[in-house]
């Protein structure tokens, strides 16, 4: 086929996640009662670990870019999917699908090496105690952060260079409710096969690794603590901070790996697990970690009761 004969898409026909009026309003409410009560909490825990002066080590530091990114995350793709519950025709443009792509593999990717930086902390918190303070410095903590973050945007130009040199000459439907490069690489007017391989080893491969590295990371670590746990509140602590990460980590990865660690093709749990790996699971990831730390709960709750006070004066 000669590219001459290309029709050039310019727009996306998202399928959504029902065609039933009546499913689409149960989910539009579901979803929408989730994002605006979590969301407001990813905020607080921000704000809380922002405005609290005993929260300056980098396990918080951390905590608080894990939470920015979550909601970032989510964002990219909860508005225009709760939106679209309500209209009859589901369409994105051709820049707006490449737009969505490229942003939901630099944070999500982002994420994946900001896990990896906060089981560094970890490692740094648990085994090497007396050099913590001198390891993971304020000035390193800002070093990892930026380097997960370039990380995330190489890794995410990687996607979009191999989406947009790719001819779509008719079919526009995708079978989701957003823009992802295991639908659009489908609907392409050409063979896929090299572009499919690479972005299954850049994406599917870095996570496996990452997601096995990680637990085998966590495994140590809690061997380690086990060994002293006769040593107090210290050690409950730290194990019940590794065992948030660890949850964390497979909320994270668990889909991501099911999504893109195989070839791109279509099956029936692909929309669900879409929806928790870009919605649900990134807005409950900072709330997991909180529900298991004592300080930031405590902190969260004076922040929350010197504005009330202040509000009522």
């Given at each position: ?11 996306f026909?998202?399928?959504g ?17 989730f ?30 870019n ?87 945007f ?23 409710y ?16 090299p ?5 299954i ?6 996570s496996?690794v ?25 050690t ?7 065992y ?20 791109f ?6 929309k ?42």
């Open positions: 086929m000669e590219t001459a004969n290309y029709t050039k898409v310019t727009e026909v998202l399928t996640l029902s065609q039933t009026r009546e499913v689409q309003l149960v989910l539009f409410v579901i979803f929408l009662s994002y605006l009560f979590i969301l407001p909490g990813n905020i607080l825990i921000i704000c809380t670990i922002r405005l609290d002066p005993h929260l300056t080590s980098p396990m918080y530091f951390l905590l608080a894990l939470a920015f990114l979550d909601i970032w995350y989510s964002s990219i793709t909860a508005p225009k999917m709760l939106i679209d519950f309500f209209v009859e025709r589901k369409i994105i443009s051709f820049g707006g699908c490449i737009a969505q792509l490229f942003f939901l593999h630099f944070v999500g990717a982002s994420e994946m090496f900001l896990l990896t930086v906060m089981a560094f902390d970890r490692y740094a918190a648990i085994c090497r105690p007396l050099h913590y303070a001198t390891i993971m410095n304020r000035h390193l903590c800002s070093i990892l952060v930026a380097l997960s973050w370039m990380g995330g190489i890794h995410s130009i990687i996607q979009v260079a191999l989406i947009v040199r790719l001819p779509f000459c008719g079919p526009n439907e995708l079978d989701s957003f823009c992802d490069i295991t639908q659009v690489v489908r609907i392409a007017c050409a063979n896929t096969f572009e499919e391989l690479v972005m080893c850049s994406s599917g491969l870095i496996v990452c997601f096995i590295a990680l637990l085998m990371s966590y495994t140590f670590l809690l061997a380690m603590l086990k060994k002293h746990s006769g040593s107090g509140e210290n409950n602590r730290a194990m019940s901070t590794c948030s990460h660890i949850t964390i980590v497979v909320l994270m990865f668990g889909p991501s790996i099911y999504i893109y660690a195989r070839p093709d279509s099956f029936s749990l692909d669900v697990v879409s929806v928790f790996h870009t919605v649900i699971f990134p807005l409950l990831n900072p709330i997991i970690y909180t529900l298991r730390n004592k300080e930031v709960k405590a902190a969260m709750r004076k922040l929350v009761t010197k504005n009330i006070l202040c509000k009522e004066k």
